[in-house]
Structure formats: C-alpha cells, structure tokens
C-alpha cells in the first residue's frame, strides 16, 4: 500500500524558506522509474505543480519558480524533501506531494496548508 | 510553457445526463493527459491516464479521449456522487494542470 504524508510548518513569516518534508512509504525512491512530485494548491484556486524529483535523482522545476525551489530526497529515510525561498502571502496554499508513475500521478498525500503571513 | 485551457470552469446538471468536460494544450502531448477528481478539503483522485485509460477502481462511467491537443473527459450518466472539481493535468512536458471545472448537481 503506498501512501505519503507531508510535514512542515503550518505558519510561515514573508521572506521567510519554507520547508516541506514528504515521507513515503509502500515503495522505495530508489525504484526505477519512481519520482515524487509536489503541487500546491492556493484556497479556492487551481492546482500548480512545483517540483518532481526521479528514482535517478533526476529533477525537474516549474520554469517560473525554479530560482527559488529545490527538491532533493534521503532515500534511506524514504523522505523527500522541498524548499521554497523567499515566501510571500501569494504563496500560501495547500501542498501536496504525490507518487509520479506511468500513471502521472496516482497516489496523493492528503495536503498540509502553509499559510504566509507576518 | 505547455498551456492548459479547461473549459467550463462550472457547470450545473441533473442526475442521469451526460457531462463533458474539455481541455485544449498549445503544444501536442502525445496523449499524456490525465484527468482528476477532487472533492472538498481531499487531495485528487486519479481517474483517467494517457488520455483514455481508466484507472483501476474508477466507476466505468467515466471516459476520457483525444489526442494530440484536444481532449475530453465525459461522465456518462451523472451520479450525486460526482460533485466535485475536475482537473486536467498535462505530463508531456514537465507538469501542467487546468483550471478545474467544478460540477454541480442540479
């Protein structure tokens, strides 16, 4: 059975890096073809996608927010883990991570809301 | 930048109609299109991939088609249970996901 969980600070300061961790279970990171992605999702609105890292350590960013993004993962720990520099009200939302297949995505934690406020 | 056009953004229906939903890209995905339900306060549930292939468990109501950068997903019969938002999600490319179409039962 795979499932993931995301962790982090609810409450984040403007200017502020925020940290997520994504912990898995179910599959191992090192699988090949395995990738875990994160997407964000602002209340009310559309859902965007951030960040994906590969089985290989292959990563991929969104293009309008690669300068402040970073994704890495300790296998061992079965953690992913995302930054996001710079945090500013527009930022706050619903993160998710999520288990990237050949199915795109068919597994989903269950979201953790990061609100940017001073 | 693969640009995802989701249209409509609501829609209102009766149980027992058929409801289509579309999604159009800029550049072709070569059917790598997946479509999303996602109720209110829940993560999406995947429901159709590559374009046309239903996901396990997934009532078989739902279908998805298209190709290249048109693609639909249709719910054949609509239940109560399929108020929700809808969201198209492209994997061509990177990642990009529609607007959303949120579903209303009449």
């Known amino acids: 059975q795979i499932t993931l969980k995301e962790s982090g600070p609810t409450l984040v300061k403007p200017t502020q890096t925020l940290t997520l961790t994504c912990t898995v279970s179910?599959?191992?990171?090192?699988?090949?073809?395995?990738?875990v992605g994160w997407i964000r999702q602002p209340p009310g609105k559309a859902l965007e996608w951030l960040a994906l890292i590969y089985w290989d350590d292959d990563k991929r960013y969104s293009p309008s927010l690669k300068s402040r993004l970073s994704i890495t993962k300790d296998t061992s720990e079965n953690q992913v883990v995302l930054t996001m520099t710079n945090m500013d009200p527009v930022d706050t939302a619903t993160y998710y991570c999520a288990y990237r297949g050949v199915k795109a995505y068919p597994y989903w934690g269950q979201g953790t809301l990061v609100t940017v406020s001073s | 930048d693969i640009q995802m056009t989701q249209s409509p953004s609501t829609l209102s229906a009766s149980v027992g109609d058929r409801v289509t939903i579309t999604c159009r890209a800029n550049?072709?995905?070569?059917?790598?299109l997946a479509w999303y339900q996602q109720k209110p306060g829940k993560a999406p549930k995947l429901l159709i991939y590559k374009a046309s292939k239903l996901e396990s468990g997934v009532p078989s109501r739902f279908s998805g088609s298209g190709s290249g950068t048109e693609f639909t997903l249709t719910i054949s019969s609509l239940h109560p249970d399929d108020s929700a938002t809808y969201h198209c999600h492209q994997y061509s490319s990177y990642s990009t996901f529609g607007q959303g179409t949120k579903v209303e039962i009449k």
């Open positions: 550049y072709s995905l070569n059917s790598y």
């Open positions: 179910g599959f191992s990171l090192s699988s090949s073809g395995v990738g």
